[in-house]
């Protein structure tokens, strides 16, 4: 039994001794290894292969490497790709480590392959490499995004550089009124940011012309008040709407203020007339307040003399006999005598209207527009009553002179005229 147990434990030894020989741990004395099934299954390596600095074999075997060792870089915590359940795990520990085509100390790219590629245990066919850290496809992608973000980042300054420069030219031609225009060179985000910034420019604009056009026409309306020169301020010029704003308010504030000013001289004047008070006319002044300064004046004088006229008019009604006013001035008393001198006239009439009434035979009684001259009227009815009388007393010597025929006339008019005075 000790015998068969001997020769057991010697077959035994003389395998594990053969094995332990081929792998030297890991890998075999050529630095490479055959991939187990396993590991071929995952998709991590086929065949006889290469790592840690091990040489490489035309036949595949794992007794015809001829390659020397260079595992002088190789350490015992060293992963190989047999070591990993899936190739996410290789890809996570790949990444974890930093590791790229130029940095793979544990010599996870190229693993069963000549030449690095930057991908570790050689990636299952349609694996996204973009995952993996260094490769290609990541390097591309990233590339790819990069210059994505830098074309939204261009975007994004030619959109602001659009709105700033489309706002400038919006509110522009809004503050002068000007028919709108968004056309626009350049990329789609700068012609995009442009009509915008234009559109919100040109609402800005134009609600800032109202605003101005308003303030143009007060201050405008003010100015015009106060003198006559027209004086554009710098904030209205340049800007046709606002000058023209500005300019009709202020000719429209200085016709005003020419109405007011002609009404003004014009009482001043007038005022001047009424009291006669002479070499008053304002200097200085505008032909037009001097025009109307004498137009009133006129018209108070004129006033004033109808006065002292109608005075020495009615004077002359009242009592026939002229008597010189006290008046302040001379002026005066020279109208009072012209009214006299009509009342006389106007008097003359009215002591005939008199005279003839009395020739008529008819009792006195003085008409209502004769009243205020009744003494000429009353001079003139008894002229003409004396001049009546005589008359009839003519009259009576002539029928004594007929005889009896004169007298049936002298009778025959006497019954006339006191027919008629009784009327």
């Known amino acids: 039994m000790r015998k068969v147990i001997g020769i057991i434990t010697l077959l035994l030894c003389f395998v594990f001794g053969s094995v332990v020989q081929a792998h030297s741990g890991r890998t075999d004395s050529s630095g490479g290894h055959n991939c187990?099934?396993?590991?071929?299954?995952?998709?991590?390596?086929?065949?006889?292969h290469y790592h840690n600095g091990g040489g490489s074999s035309s036949s595949g075997s794992s007794s015809?490497?001829?390659?020397?060792?260079?595992s002088s870089s190789y350490q015992s915590g060293d992963k190989d790709c047999p070591d990993f359940s899936s190739y996410d795990e290789v890809v996570a520990y790949w990444n974890a480590k930093g590791y790229t085509k130029d940095n793979d100390p544990e010599r996870l790219d190229g693993w069963g392959n000549v030449v690095d590629d930057g991908i570790p245990c050689e990636a299952p066919s349609g694996y996204d490499k973009t995952k993996i850290n260094g490769s290609a496809e990541q390097v591309a992608q990233i590339a790819a995004q990069?210059?994505?973000?830098?074309?939204?980042?261009?975007?994004?300054?030619?959109?602001?550089?659009g709105d700033?420069?489309?706002?400038?030219?919006?509110?522009?031609?809004?503050?002068?009124?000007?028919?709108?225009?968004?056309?626009?060179n350049g990329s789609d985000a700068y012609k995009q940011g442009y009509q915008a910034g234009y559109e919100r420019g040109y609402a800005e604009g134009t609600t800032k012309l109202a605003s101005d056009k308003e303030s143009a026409v007060v201050v405008g309306n003010e100015q015009g008040m106060k003198q006559d020169n027209l004086d554009i301020p710098a904030p209205y010029k340049g800007n046709a709407i606002l000058e023209t704003a500005f300019t009709e308010a202020f000719n429209k504030a200085v016709v005003e203020r020419d109405k007011l000013k002609v009404k003004e001289f014009t009482e001043l004047g007038y005022n001047d007339g009424k009291n006669y008070i002479e070499n008053n006319n304002p200097k200085d002044v505008k032909e037009l307040y001097t025009k109307a300064y004498q137009e009133g004046f006129n018209k108070g004088v004129k006033e004033l003399q109808e006065t002292y006229v109608q005075q020495g008019y009615e004077a002359a009604l009242a009592s026939a006999v002229y008597k010189e006013p006290e008046l302040p001035?001379?002026?005066?008393?020279?109208?009072?005598?012209?009214?006299?001198?009509?009342?006389?006239?106007?008097?003359?009439?009215?002591k005939e209207a008199g005279r003839k009434l009395a020739l008529e035979g008819k009792v006195y009684k003085v008409p209502a527009k004769y009243v205020k001259g009744e003494v000429f009227f009353k001079?003139?009815?008894?002229?003409?009553?004396?001049?009546?009388e005589k008359n009839l007393e003519q009259g009576e010597e002539t029928l004594k002179g007929i005889g009896l025929f004169g007298l049936l006339c002298w009778f025959g008019r006497r019954f006339y005229v006191a027919r008629k005075m009784i009327k």
């Open 36 to 48: 187990s099934e396993s590991s071929q299954a995952k998709g991590l390596c086929t065949g006889y």
């Open 64 to 70: 015809s490497g001829t390659s020397t060792s260079s």
């Open 146 to 161: 990069k210059a994505a973000i830098e074309a939204a980042q261009a975007a994004e300054r030619d959109k602001a550089q």
């Open 164 to 184: 700033k420069e489309g706002y400038s030219a919006g509110y522009q031609a809004g503050y002068i009124a000007a028919t709108k225009n968004i056309n626009a």
């Open 329 to 350: 001035n001379p002026k005066f008393i020279e109208w009072y005598k012209e009214g006299f001198d009509k009342g006389l006239t106007e008097g003359k009439k009215i």
């Open 379 to 388: 001079a003139g009815y008894d002229e003409g009553k004396t001049e009546y």
